[in-house]
């Protein structure tokens, strides 16, 4: 980390900054002392990297103005090298000259994406060859040349086919990327490594298909089984042993699985983090035939001793180190909650959807999974509650709206009003009832005007690293009309300042390189609830900032506010994205869509009132 220039971490978070001080001659033409940009990880990854070489950019930018106010000359600055620790894929892009910035997360998620349908597709010609000894001997070949040239070529400029694969490969994606050979060489080591894996999966279908298939008899051509898969010059005896098996191994049927299913990026994490947690508990990636119930059984109890949110140098640890390091933690009273009961219900519901997928499309015999249930829990979470009125009046005449001392210091009495996400989300999660992470994903051109009413549009229309919105379900894709209270505390001009600014997100402060932008912001609410119980000298623990409240007990307040203004039942679950039980009477005197008008929508949720605190107006106040 030292050998990258600016780059630091906090010292209580871990987070890792990019911070340069300006010289003190040009502080003054520049504005700030230190120019400093969080990462947004604690961890040197791709991400974070792009994000220094963003911030870099601006500093120098910034920098070189200053200067040339001043009348400096300008010096050329060079992009500092990495240490060899870090992949060749991250050393080429802080070194590139290309005057283009990759994103490298949405190059690596078009990447994913074209590794499941291309696994998809080579099954389907693997299927269709089998019943034809030239098309399987052929396909066969394709695999085999691809392979030998990667082993033979690595990563040097002549194999040219594997290029314009690259390229194909990442316009599938939707990712279009310049064709110099600086920018493809960034790119190469990591589609090497993702072409690797779609051959190997693929030569794993082939070794068991040809397991599976009859042996010709001699003299006939009747029967004649595809020819053997040959083993790789660089697989070793790991390879030829996989080559000699008879089934699928767990890995290749969870490839199988998603790619079967077309499963969404986000649900293929997840899935592949219980499957490589199952490999640890097995010992082995082993053939799935030779999974038992029992040790299901084992690996279901290990979950249940898992902390639920463990530091972050243990989740590189192996379920087993792990499972001992929390009971010796616990045992010293030191120890982190576990998983919940309902957590691992769906470890084990994601493993058994795949070993049923398995068992319809004769991958393997049986479902281990199957009947393995989760132990009741003890003490269970306690269900959300929503915010009543004294709760609601703390927080809005809270210094967070009110006027604190400063960004780190919103319970403290003050001047300064921030107005970024811990501002917005709080008041648009009582008037709108979104979800967080809903809120959190939106865009700017998300809020919009129609008919003179302003709504903020749910949707999953892909963001800037190539993957959709996360949406809890299909019905959650709505239009969500924006409470006076919300107009009055200057929201719309808030979209204004963001457009006139370019910026793409409506909370730009927020982390969206994170698959929950607003997990931090999370946290950081509930903390902000104990510290105003706190400041009030409040009983700890029994109100605002007992467990059943969470920025969740928005929605609900917004539910019951909805019933308490006789907000029909239809209306209320169509703003909030419930799924109604759907009889035929229910689409009568909608839009083409099944939706209510927007001006029907607008009217209900005008009729929503909290009385008794304050609602930021502007610079000022006034009474809701």
């Not at 230190?34 to 791709?46: F, V, W």
């Not at 600055?77 to 005057?99: E, F, I, Q, Y």
């Not at 194999?159 to 390229?167: K, R, T, V």
């Not at 001793?305 to 045992?331: G, T, W």
Request: net charge positive; hydrophobic share 40%.
């Amino acid at each position: 980390m030292e050998s990258i220039r600016y780059l630091r971490q906090h010292p209580r978070t871990g987070v890792l900054h990019y911070r340069r001080v300006i010289p003190p001659h040009l502080r003054a033409h520049v504005g700030v002392g230190t120019i400093s940009r969080s990462l947004g990880a604690k961890t040197l990854n791709h991400a974070a990297l792009s994000r220094w070489i963003e911030a870099d950019r601006e500093a120098e930018q910034r920098l070189a103005e200053a200067r040339v106010t001043v009348g400096e000359t300008l010096t050329t600055t060079v992009m500092p090298t990495v240490a060899a620790k870090v992949s060749p894929m991250v050393a080429a892009m802080l070194s590139t000259a290309a005057p283009i910035l990759i994103d490298a997360r949405a190059c690596m998620a078009a990447l994913a994406i074209w590794r499941e349908r291309e696994i998809g597709r080579q099954s389907l010609r693997l299927h269709e060859a089998s019943a034809d000894p030239r098309a399987w001997e052929q396909l066969e070949r394709s695999h085999n040349e691809i392979r030998d040239r990667l082993i033979e070529h690595g990563d040097s400029t002549g194999l040219l086919e594997i290029d314009d694969l690259l390229g194909a490969a990442l316009r599938e994606g939707g990712i279009v990327i310049p064709t110099d050979e600086a920018t493809v060489a960034v790119l190469r080591p990591a589609f090497r490594e993702t072409l690797t894996k779609v051959l190997r999966v693929i030569n794993g279908l082939i070794a068991a298909k040809r397991n599976d298939a009859q042996q010709p008899v001699p003299g006939d051509g009747a029967g004649l089984s595809p020819p053997p898969c040959r083993i790789p010059a660089d697989a070793g005896p790991a390879g030829a042993a996989e080559a000699e098996r008879g089934g699928l191994r767990l890995s290749e049927l969870a490839d199988a699985y998603l790619t079967g299913c077309n499963a969404d990026p986000d649900y293929a994490e997840d899935l592949r983090t219980y499957v490589r947690r199952l490999q640890e508990s097995l010992g082995d990636d082993c053939p799935v035939q030779q999974i038992s119930k029992r040790d299901v059984v084992r690996f279901r109890d290990q979950v249940c001793k898992l902390p639920a949110r463990p530091a972050h140098a243990q989740r590189r640890m192996p379920i087993l180190d792990l499972v001992e390091v929390a009971e010796q933690e616990r045992a010293a009273g030191l120890g982190r909650p576990r998983l919940t009961s309902k957590t691992v219900k769906k470890w084990l519901d994601h493993l058994g959807a795949m070993f049923r997928y398995g068992l319809a499309n004769e991958l393997c015999s049986a479902n281990p999974v199957a009947g393995v249930k989760p132990p009741k829990e003890r003490d269970p979470e306690p269900p959300r509650q929503p915010f009543g009125q004294d709760e609601l009046r703390l927080i809005f005449t809270s210094p967070l709206y009110q006027g604190h001392a400063g960004d780190a210091y919103r319970c403290n009495p003050g001047t300064q009003i921030t107005r970024d996400s811990k501002f917005w989300l709080p008041l648009l999660g009582l008037y709108t009832g979104c979800r967080r992470e809903e809120m959190a994903q939106a865009r700017v051109a998300d809020v919009k005007l129609e008919d003179r009413i302003a709504f903020l549009h749910i949707n999953t229309l892909a963001q800037d690293n190539g993957r959709e919105k996360r949406l809890k379900t299909a019905g959650a894709r709505r239009t969500v009309p924006l409470h006076w209270a919300v107009l009055e505390a200057g929201f719309l001009e808030h979209v204004a300042m963001l457009r006139r600014q370019g910026e793409i997100y409506l909370f730009p402060d927020l982390n969206h390189v994170a698959r929950e932008p607003a997990g931090a912001f999370g946290k950081w609410f509930d903390r902000f609830c104990r510290r105003l119980a706190e400041v009030n000298g409040l009983p700890l623990g029994q109100g605002i900032d007992h467990s059943s409240r969470t920025f969740h007990s928005f929605r609900h307040t917004f539910k019951r506010a909805c019933r308490d203004a006789e907000i029909g039942k239809e209306l209320h679950d169509e703003l909030t994205g419930h799924v109604g039980s759907g009889d035929v009477g229910q689409g009568y005197g909608r839009t083409s869509d099944g939706r209510f008008s927007l001006r029907i929508l607008n009217n209900a949720i005008q009729r929503i009132q909290f009385s008794g605190y304050m609602v930021p107006v502007g610079k000022g106040t006034q009474v809701s």
